[in-house]
């Protein structure tokens, strides 16, 4: 097909108010206006149900009315990049973000980045995780010097809303189970074995998962979350990262150079 057709298929596909593409034709005597219309809400349905199953949070907190009205403006404006359809709405997030029949709901693009973190997560290769016995051997002296390998499920949200406690009690049929938090939640995301599981870091922890990504050593990773947060803790979020099991590799340092090289470097 001409890549100008092309264009002119695609922009139709899109916008029911354009005319059918020119050169179609159709078998049996049928209109290609028809044909191709059904084919176009084939196509936009089986998209938002893509979606549906991609974000059942997202369905659940406004309904499936709102959400599949909203699904079809997006669909119009994002086709899917990949044939793999489980990585389709990347940008649903965003979408949601600009979108304003949402604007009451301010935390839902932040809860549909969560929920498509998830599903990268679910489907991320298989790694096996670091250990908490290799953690305990590496030397001591050259720990503030390393870097760490990140599990290809771990994935970090960062929100000014509650997304983690907002995730859990709407993924259960028993609202009440978790209550929803009162404050904002950075979100780890990892897939321990075949479960994924989305953690709540503290104050800081977001800083030091983000440089630890950036491959900040473990000492310097420390050092921006504890400016960003006076109050970080480096243990509890070395046991999020490993009950998570986020890591699957500590790289140690041959020799880990004196506080005032550092600093000049």
């Known amino acids: 097909m001409h890549e100008r057709t092309q264009g002119e298929f695609v922009r139709a596909l899109l916008d029911p108010d354009l005319p059918t593409p020119r050169g179609l034709v159709a078998s049996h005597g049928a209109s290609p206006a028809w044909r191709f ?3 176009r809400n084939n196509v936009i349905g089986g998209l938002v149900d893509a979606l549906a199953q991609r974000f059942p949070v ?3 907190l406004v309904g499936d009315a709102f959400f599949r009205a909203t699904a079809q403006c997006y669909v119009r404006t994002a086709l899917p990049a990949s044939p793999m359809l489980f990585e389709y709405g990347e940008s649903f997030g965003d979408f949601l973000a600009t979108f304003q029949p949402a604007r009451e709901l301010p935390y839902l693009p932040d809860v549909a980045r969560l ?9 991320a290769a298989d790694a096996t995780p670091l250990s908490l016995e290799e953690l305990r ?17 771990t994935q970090l949200v960062c929100s000014r809303y509650p997304i983690v406690s907002i995730w859990r009690a709407n993924m259960s049929d028993d609202a009440s189970i978790t209550p929803i938090a009162d404050h904002a939640q ?7 074995r075949s479960n994924v599981e989305a953690h709540t870091l ?21 050092e921006a979350a504890t400016r960003a947060a006076p109050s970080f803790d480096l243990s509890e979020s070395l046991r999020i990262l490993l009950l998570g099991e986020a890591l699957i590799r500590l790289q140690i340092p041959k ?11």
């Open 58 to 60: 997202c369905l659940r």
């Open 255 to 265: 020799e880990f150079p004196p506080p005032t090289e550092r600093g000049a470097a």
């Open 137 to 153: 051997s590496a030397p001591v002296d050259l720990l503030d010097g390393a870097t760490v390998v990140f599990h290809p499920s």
């Open 202 to 222: 503290a104050a800081g922890g977001s800083t030091f998962v983000r440089a630890l990504m950036e491959g900040a050593t473990l000492h310097d990773a420390a």
């Open 37 to 39: 219309a059904v084919y």
């Open 115 to 123: 929920e498509y973190a998830v599903g990268r997560a679910y489907h």
């Open 186 to 192: 950075d979100a780890l995301i990892s897939r321990p």
